[in-house]
């Protein structure tokens, strides 16, 4: 099967038939109207690559260094909770994939599989991320869990001081474990290999804070303890306290403002990721691509940069390295990966993203991926999605103007 899968649209497509739907589009969804996430893919298309001919380019060179960690590609697995509701296991079969292949994975606070768990199984380290939640002796113990289990980096998210509202989310009842009404199990129910994977495994509930939160020895005390958890106040002054405990490297994910930026490295960041978080938190807020030119000027020399939000190929990774980053992470390409066909599923959306890179650095006459520079790709500056004609249509039929009307507007605004 994995072999007839050509591209990561075709991943997603198996996964829409296979995990059920209060799962599923808890992935394929952003928060409110969804322009971000929307915004995050349509701006990476508008980067046109530079057609180079009669080089050689008969070796390409993909390998790269992340964190100081030697990769295969310049490529890690962003961290997603309830990686293991999209598939029984998810996070210990995904952190295999990523291991295999030669990539960082990265698991959430908000996992199936606990981070105990996830290093039991998987032999090489990864990273774990953090989020901030107000009872702090927890944090503590959950930076020192990460240590204990060999963790390699600890990403700090700082976009998440509350959670944004997917629409989907909210008329779905999206619960851990779903509850059991009849909407729900007749969702489930259509997906009948999912639900005997899932009966089959233990892994059912928030591996990292459901019997290690004080009081919350079950999913319904977690439901209630995570919505006053999440800390409206943290600043920049926190992340001292973090690096202290911790003591290891630290990524600060988040970020999209070049001042920003600053201030993680001031902070003592030893890498960010430009990311609006797959456009699920601040709706409105621009596409992470857009946002990296002006990031990568103001810190690229003195720290790590990589980004996420709207990678779904090869050509996308090559994409951001040309304007500016050092690395990318991808979330919902591996995810759906994972809905599709388990361990197989993201080895797969990695083998794809890897050939699809290898391939476009060729074609641009690239041999080397440490050489991907601006010049790779035509147009200077990401063009906003809604200036373009050729979403035109799209745009204008959303908004409920005509085609006409569209275009007359952009004519009169100069805009084209
Ligand atoms: C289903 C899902 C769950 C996510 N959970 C987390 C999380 O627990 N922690 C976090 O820092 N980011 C989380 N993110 C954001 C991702 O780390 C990443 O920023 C985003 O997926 C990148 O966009 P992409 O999915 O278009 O690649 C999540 C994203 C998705 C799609």
Known sequence: MADTVTCVDDLQRLARRRVPKIFYDYVDSGSWTESTYRANEVDLGQLKFRQRVGCNVDMIRTAATLLGRPCSLPVALAPTGLAGMIHADGEILAARAAARFGVPFTLSTVSICSIEDVAEHVAEPFWFQLYMMKDRDFIVRLIERARNAGCSALVLTLDLPLQGQRHKDVRNGLSVPPKLNLRTLSTMMARPAWCARMLGTRRRTFGNIVGHAKGVTDTFAFAEWVSRQFDRTVTWDDI?????????????????????????????????????????????????????????????????????????????????????????????????????????????????????????????????????????????????????????????????????????????????
């Open 240 to 416: 001292g306290w973090i690096k202290r405990h911790w003591g290891g490297r630290l990524i600060v994910k988040g970020i999209l403002d070049a001042d920003d930026a600053r201030r993680a490295v001031a902070a003592g960041a030893d890498a960010i990721i430009v990311s609006n978080h797959g456009g699920r938190q601040l709706d409105g807020a621009p596409s992470s691509i857009s946002a990296l030119p002006a990031i990568a000027a103001a810190v690229g020399q003195q720290t790590e940069v990589l980004m996420d939000g709207g990678i779904r190929s090869g050509q996308d990774v090559l994409r951001a390295l040309a304007w500016g980053a050092h690395g990318v992470m991808i979330g919902r390409a591996f995810l759906y990966g994972l809905g599709a066909l388990g361990e197989a599923g993201v080895t797969r959306t990695l083998e794809l993203i890897h050939k699809e890179l290898e391939s476009t650095m060729a074609l641009c006459g690239i041999t080397d991926v440490a050489d991907v520079g601006r010049d790779a790709i035509v147009t200077t500056a990401p063009v906003a999605a809604s200036a373009r004609p050729e979403n035109a249509c799209r745009l204008a039929g959303e908004s409920g103007l005509s085609v006409i009307a569209w275009f007359e507007q952009l004519i009169r605004q100069g805009d084209i």
